[in-house]
């Protein structure tokens, strides 16, 4: 009996190395992408992420102007006259999966432009979707929690998980008003070109786009998005003063991100004068290098240059009044 156990132990920790081994040499050689991205997070680990290239001063920015900076990927803070929106808050060194103890996934190569100690109070969260570079929990755990969030549909269960107690669920044509300290906001989700699940449930969740109002001006926010003819469909509910738009992530995934030409087309199909972009050189997502979004951008705009607000994570921008 116990010669048995020895042999099967044996045999155990044998098939236990083969597989081992045969999984390094999988991870070592194959081109398919799952491989590909293991190979890049482990080599990514010891990378130092660099500073922001611009420190903000949100503390000194005018309520009586539209004043907007790119914290980095897809976080911006805006302070529309007063009211301060802060767009898909994510923090961290990395996005991704969540352990409690740290985060399994990408890793930032540019620190955010402001922690969340110096960003001034925030009136509003303001999600687009699900996704984990989008909706990050341990940056949202960091906010008090009867912030009022405004968010996709389907997602209430994740701001319950992020201690926020004050959140409102939008669909495509739902607009809500904020009643705030300095006058109200009004919020309107719209349609994009995306998805919503959150990895590991397959359960479908929204993804919205979302217009601003206040004071008589507007702001359109993309969130993620491909392609499409639906912002062509908001042109008569302008005319919006800037369009952030994401331009990055787009090879291979083209069906759910646009490239930077075409976020140039859906923000002037919309109607926008000014462009922000963002969900770029912040973590690597996809396959195009991590300066080319900005570098097609600029040469999208080369004709009228002045359209393209921010280029560094850090820079703030004003609008000049209408």
Known sequence: MQQDRRKFLRRLLAGLGLSLAAGAVWLKTSRHRSARWARHLLKDSGRPIQPAPVKPRPHEWSDNAITLCWIGHATVLINFYGVRILTDPAFGDRIGLSLGVGTVGPKRYVAPALTVGELPSVDVLLL??????????????????????????????????????????LGWGDRTTLRLANGDLEIEAVEVKHWGQRWPSEAPRGYNGYLLRREGRALLFGGDTADTPRFADLKARGPFAAAIMPIGAYQPWIRNHCTPEQAVALADAAGAHYLVPMHHQTFKLSDEPMQEPLARLEAALQREPERLALKRVGESFVVPRA
């Open 128 to 169: 687009s979707h699900a996704h984990m570079d989008h909706l990050d929990l341990p940056t949202l755990r960091r906010f008090a929690g009867k912030t009022p969030t405004v968010t996709a549909k389907d997602t209430s269960d994740l701001l319950r998980q992020a201690r926020l107690v004050n959140g409102r669920e």
